[in-house]
C-alpha cells in the first residue's frame, strides 16, 4: 500500500517554484548545507580526502537535505511519498559515485563531468536490469532538473539575462518558426500521421519532452504516440549532449556561440544544461537562457496549435479539443521560469555581496546535486529498446532528419547574433 498525497496538488512548475524557493531560503536565514569533496587523483587521496568520516558526514547530510525537499516534491505533485523515500536513497548512492568518479583529475583534465557518468550509470543498469514499476514511477527526473535550474538563477546575473535573453527570444522565434515548419513539411512528405506530425514538429523545434506534452495535451493525442516522441527525443538528446560540447571545442567555437548553439539546438532542458556545463559557465549560462527564450514560446505555439487542430483537423467523432484562450497559454507557461528570474533579481540587486557570497558555493554545489540525480534518473527510466518497438520507422527518419536541419540552422543563427 503507497501513501499518496490526494487533497493538496501542485502542477510540478508551481512545486518546484516552491522548492527552490525553500532551499533558498533555508541556505539564507537558517542553515548552509556544508559542500562535500570529491577530489582525488589516487587511491590514498580517495580514501582518506573522499572517503574519510568527516567527509562522509557530509555527504549524509547532503543526501538527508535532498530526501526532505525530494519528499515535499513527491507530496505536493501527488507522486507515492512511500516509494520516492525508499528509492531516492538509491538514486542518490549512484550519483555520488558518478560525482566521484568525476572528481577524479585524470577524468577532469579530459572535461568528462559527472553528469555524463550518471547518465552512463543509470542507461547501463536500466537496460540490462527490469527495474520494478514502482521505483521507476517514484523517478522525478523533471523536478530535480528544474530545481537546479532554479538554483542557477542565483549565479545568473540579472543583466546577463537582459542581454542575451533579447539575443535568445530572436534566436528562439527565428529557430521555432524555421524548424517547426520544415518539420511538419517533413512529416508530410512521409506522409506520418497529424497526431504524431504535430508532436514531432513542436519537441524538435521548441524544448522536446514538455512541447511534446503541451502539443499532445492541445490537441488530446493518443498517449502511446507522445511516448514514442518522447523516446526518441531522450535518446537523441544523448548524443547531442555529449558530441556537440566536443565539436564546438575543436572547431574552436566562442563560449557564447556554443551556449546558444546548445540551448537551441538541444531539446531536453536538463541534456542542454549539461551539455553547457561541458563547455563552461559562460556557455552554461547563455544555453540556459537560450533554453527558457525557447520555452517561454511554449504557451504561445501551445495556443496556435490549438487553434490550428480545433478549426481544421478535428476528427470524426473525436471528442471536442480545449478551446484556446489566454489561460492555455498561462496554463503551457513553464512557471519555474519564474522562480530563475526571481533568484536571478534576488542575488543581483537585493542580497549584499557578502551574504551572496556566504551561500554561493553551497547553492552551486545543490544546483549540481540536482542536475546529476536528473541524470541518474533519465538513465534509469529510458529504455533503448522504446524506439524500435513502432513497427512504422517514418516518425523516426523524420524526427532525425528535422533534428539535424535543427542543428544546422541554429548554429547558424547563433553565430549572426552572438558571435559579435
Request: charged content about 15%; aromatic content about 12%; some cysteine.
Amino acid at each position: 500500500m503507497t501513501t499518496k498525497n490526494k487533497l493538496f496538488i501542485l502542477h510540478e512548475d508551481w512545486a518546484v517554484v516552491a522548492l527552490g524557493a525553500l532551499v533558498i531560503a533555508v541556505s539564507l536565514f537558517f542553515y548552509v548545507v556544508p559542500v562535500p569533496h570529491y577530489k582525488w587523483s589516487s587511491t590514498e587521496e580517495l580514501l582518506t580526502t573522499v572517503f574519510n568520516g568527516a567527509n562522509v558526514l557530509t555527504l549524509v547530510i547532503q543526501l538527508l537535505f535532498v530526501l526532505v525537499v525530494g519528499s515535499l516534491g513527491a507530496l505536493l505533485t501527488g507522486k507515492s511519498l512511500r516509494n520516492f523515500v525508499i528509492g531516492f536513497p538509491a538514486i542518490y548512492v549512484l550519483t555520488v559515485f558518478a560525482l566521484v568518479l568525476a572528481g577524479n583529475t585524470f577524468v577532469k583534465s579530459l572535461n568528462l563531468e559527472a553528469v555524463i557518468f550518471s547518465l552512463v550509470i543509470g542507461l547501463v543498469i536500466g537496460n540490462l536490469f527490469k527495474l520494478p514499476q514502482w521505483f521507476r514511477d517514484s523517478l522525478s527526473t523533471e523536478l530535480f532538473v528544474k530545481i537546479g535550474l532554479v538554483l542557477l538563477g542565483t549565479t545568473v546575473i540579472f543583466s546577463d539575462i537582459l542581454k542575451a535573453g533579447s539575443l535568445g527570444l530572436i534566436q528562439a522565434l527565428v529557430v521555432v518558426l524555421s524548424v517547426w515548419y520544415f518539420a511538419f513539411w517533413l512529416c508530410k512528405r512521409l506522409k506520418v500521421d497529424d497526431e504524431l506530425t504535430m508532436m514531432i514538429s513542436s519537441a524538435v523545434s521548441i524544448c522536446g519532452v514538455s512541447a511534446a506534452i503541451a502539443t499532445s495535451g492541445a490537441i488530446k493525442g493518443d498517449p502511446k504516440k507522445l511516448s514514442y516522441v518522447i523516446s526518441m527525443v531522450l535518446i537523441t538528446a544523448i548524443p547531442m549532449m555529449i558530441f556537440m560540447p566536443y565539436i564546438a571545442a575543436y572547431f574552436s567555437f566562442p563560449q557564447q556561440v556554443t551556449g546558444a548553439w546548445l540551448g537551441g539546438s538541444i531539446d531536453t532542458t536538463g541534456a542542454v544544461v549539461a551539455s553547457g556545463t561541458l563547455v563552461g559557465e559562460e556557455a552554461l549560462k547563455i544555453s540556459t537562457i537560450v533554453k527558457f527564450s525557447q520555452n517561454v514560446l511554449l504557451g504561445i505555439a501551445a495556443f496556435a496549435i490549438s487553434i490550428y487542430w480545433s478549426y481544421n483537423k478535428t476528427a470524426k467523432g473525436a471528442d471536442a479539443v480545449e478551446k484556446p484562450t489566454l489561460k492555455v497559454i498561462w496554463e503551457r507557461f513553464p512557471k519555474f521560469v519564474l522562480a530563475f528570474i526571481g533568484a536571478s533579481v534576488l542575488f543581483s540587486f537585493f542580497l549584499s555581496p557578502e551574504t551572496a557570497a556566504g551561500v554561493k558555493d553551497s547553492l552551486k554545489n545543490m544546483q549540481n546535486a540536482w542536475f546529476t540525480l536528473a541524470f541518474t534518473s533519465i538513465g534509469l527510466e529510458t529504455n533503448f529498446k522504446d524506439l524500435f518497438k513502432n513497427e512504422n520507422k517514418k516518425p523516426l527518419y523524420a524526427f532525425l532528419i528535422a533534428q539535424l536541419f535543427n542543428v544546422i540552422v541554429t548554429l547558424v543563427i547563433a553565430w549572426l547574433l552572438f558571435g559579435r
